[in-house]
Structures are given as C-alpha cells and as structure tokens.
T-cell receptor, first 116, second 113 residues
Framework: AQSVTQPDIHITVSEGASLELRCNYSYGATPYLFWYVQSPGQGLQLLLK??????LVQGIKGFEAEFKRSQSSFNLRKPSVHWSDAAEYFCAVGEGSNFGNEKLTFGTGTRLTIIP | KAGVTQTPRYLIKTRGQQVTLSCSPI?????VSWYQQTPGQGLQFLFEYFSETQRNKGNFPGRFSGRQFSNSRSEMNVSTLELGDSALYLCASSPKPSPGGYTFGSGTRLTVV
C-alpha cells in the first residue's frame, strides 16, 4: 500500500524567507503526487500536482515542487513566503492507475507559521 | 462557478444517534469522494461514488455509508455515533474518477457528545 511521510510537523519561517516542505512517498508504480493547503476551518485547496513529464511543477501562489524518483520525494518550495501562507500543508499520493480504485493517501501535514 | 457545497457546516450530535451529511458537487462533476479528518488519524479516505455507484471504499466500519443521486449530489450517513466519529468530513468532486483531480468543499464539522 502507498504511504506518504511528511517529517516536519511544524515549521516556522520569517516573512520573506524561502521555504521548503518535505514529502516522501512509497508507491509501487509511477505516482500521482499532490500538494494541498488548508487554512483553519477550511477545506483543502490544490496547490500543484505531478502526473508525469517535467519533474519541476509550478503551482498557484508562487509554489513549486520537484519530483525526485531516486529519493521518492516531492518537496514543496517557495522562494519568498508571505504572512498569508501560514496554513497546514498536505502532501498526497493518488492511487488510481487501475480504473475503479482512485483515492488519495495523505501525509500527516506540516503546519507553517510565519513570523514578521 | 459555484464550488463544492457541504451542508451543514457544523453539527452536534449525541452518542448513539445517526447523522446525514450532504454534498453538492461542482456542476458537471459526476465523481464524489468523502474523507474524514481527525487530529489523531489525519485525512482518511471514506468512499467514492460515480454515476450513483460506490466504486471504492476505505477502511471504515459499516456504520459509515453513503449514496449518490442522479444529479450527482451525495450524502453520507453515520449510524450509532461514537465519540471517535467527531471529525471534519470533507467532500471532493471531479468531472470523472481521477487519482486526485479533486476540488474539496469546506467540510462539515461533526461533534459527538
């Protein structure tokens, strides 16, 4: 079965600083990978996704992620964070290469705090 | 374009009762999935529906059930509520079954007392 590990439970960065959130996955086939963001009391918003092709994926709000098959990683990056980026971030792997089994397996999340 | 709508937003129920949560997908979306989010277990897949058929189910007891109507709206039901069922229940929709091409609603916060 697939699994997702987000080793950092909580990260604090200064506004304007760069950010990298780590994600490692375990999946037998070529993975579908996603990053979602959740603000308090809200649902999940898709930041970006990787299905195939270019391993550097651009997303919304200035985020990007790089798929590294050799490291089974899909780390999320942003060159300069804004106070509005404070939220919880979830990495997920999508299972569904066979029609009829589509679902997401999520990591435990990383809570991002921004300090002025 | 309206997003995924979940009702109600908040719900308080007593242990042993049953509850029904509703999800209206984005117009034109025919696949609806449900997820449970708790502090202890995180985000867990409940089930997925497409064209009124349950196509995939997560590892939850039979007290958790759902259905999808011909207009793609979906409901999930939890019977004999337990304290551990307190959670944020998230619904997600997509045009067709897809390994992750979902748009999520804001969720229903269920508290069991």
């Amino acid at each position: 079965a697939q699994s997702v590990t987000q080793p950092d439970i909580h990260i604090t960065v200064s506004e304007g600083a760069s950010l990298e959130l780590r994600c490692n996955y375990s999946y037998g086939a070529t993975p579908y990978l996603f990053w979602y963001v959740q603000s308090p009391g809200q649902g999940l918003q898709l930041l970006l996704k990787y299905f195939s092709g270019d391993t550097l994926v651009q997303g919304i709000k200035g985020f990007e992620a790089e798929f590294k098959r050799s490291q089974s990683s899909f780390n999320l990056r942003k060159p300069s964070v804004h106070w509005s980026d404070a939220a919880e971030y979830f990495c997920a792997v999508g299972e569904g290469s066979n029609f009829g089994n589509e679902k997401l397996t999520f990591g435990t999340g990383t809570r991002l705090t921004i300090i002025p | 374009k309206a997003g995924v709508t979940q009702t109600p937003r908040y719900l308080i129920k007593t242990r042993g009762q049953q509850v029904t949560l509703s999800c209206s997908p984005i117009s034109g979306h025919r696949s609806v999935s449900w997820y449970q989010q708790t502090p202890g277990q995180g985000l867990q897949f409940l089930f997925e529906y497409f064209s009124e058929t349950q196509r995939n189910k997560g590892n939850f007891p039979g007290r958790f059930s759902g259905r999808q109507f011909s207009n793609s709206r979906s409901e999930m039901n939890v019977s004999t509520l337990e304290l551990g069922d307190s959670a944020l229940y998230l619904c997600a929709s997509s045009p067709k079954p897809s390994p992750g091409g979902y748009t999520f609603g804001s969720g229903t916060r269920l508290t069991v007392v």
